[in-house]
């Protein structure tokens, strides 16, 4: 379970349901070993036992688990919704998560049905629950990768369109040159003979 689902509460309620479980489906399915002749007692305590000596692990683990969950969030570490966990002795990829820890979980309820049938067949229906959900988990967190890359994507169109929108259009207008025309040399000369006109007073105004 992840860790904002894991609580108190969660493991007192599923010892429950565990029983619960247990004795629906010695009712459903194993009849026989709910009401056995009196020289079978020895299999009914065997059964009680193994029933038993799980649900004391589970709550062993369970608490320990409850107790990590509570020093992690001490240390001020957030887990998500969707967190089940860092597995102990294998990487943690999602193959690991979706994969090898439901077959294993499988595995050990074939054990535990090989010791006491009804608990097996409830430990692998919750060995396959794990394998839709984190499958399912898995494959809704790649559908929001997509979904958040195409909305980026858009964005980004919706923005270059907005900004070629609000864009003045440049026109270029090319300004010829004026031509250039050089003076000849009259008229150069002509215009000294009038600026030295300019520069020379008249005659009976000089000092």
Do not use: C
């Not at 994507?153 to 004026?178: F, N, S, T, Y």
């Amino acid at each position: 379970m992840g860790e904002r689902h894991w609580k108190f509460a969660s493991l007192v309620g599923h010892t429950f349901l565990l029983h619960f479980a247990v004795f629906f489906l010695m009712l459903l399915a194993f009849p026989s070993e709910l009401v056995l002749p009196a020289g079978h007692k020895q299999a009914v305590y065997h059964s009680i036992a193994v029933l038993y000596l799980f649900l004391l692990l589970m709550w062993v683990f369970g608490l320990a688990n409850l107790w990590e969950i509570h020093q992690q969030k001490k240390a001020g570490v957030q887990g998500h919704t969707h967190y089940w966990g860092t597995p102990r002795f294998l990487p943690d990829k999602p193959v690991v998560h979706w994969l090898i820890i439901p077959f294993g979980s499988a595995l050990f309820a074939g054990v535990i049905y090989w010791l006491f049938r009804p608990l097996g067949i409830y430990l692998f229906f919750l060995a396959v629950l794990q394998f839709v959900d984190t499958t399912d988990v898995y494959k809704q967190r790649r559908i929001e990768k997509l979904d958040r890359r195409d909305r980026e994507i858009q964005m980004g169109i919706k923005i270059a369109e907005i900004e070629h929108d609000h864009r003045p259009e440049l026109e270029i207008v090319r300004i010829a040159r004026p031509p250039h025309r050089p003076r000849s040399a009259p008229d150069m000369a002509s215009f000294e003979a009038r600026w030295q006109q300019v520069l020379t007073p008249p005659a009976g105004k000089g000092g």
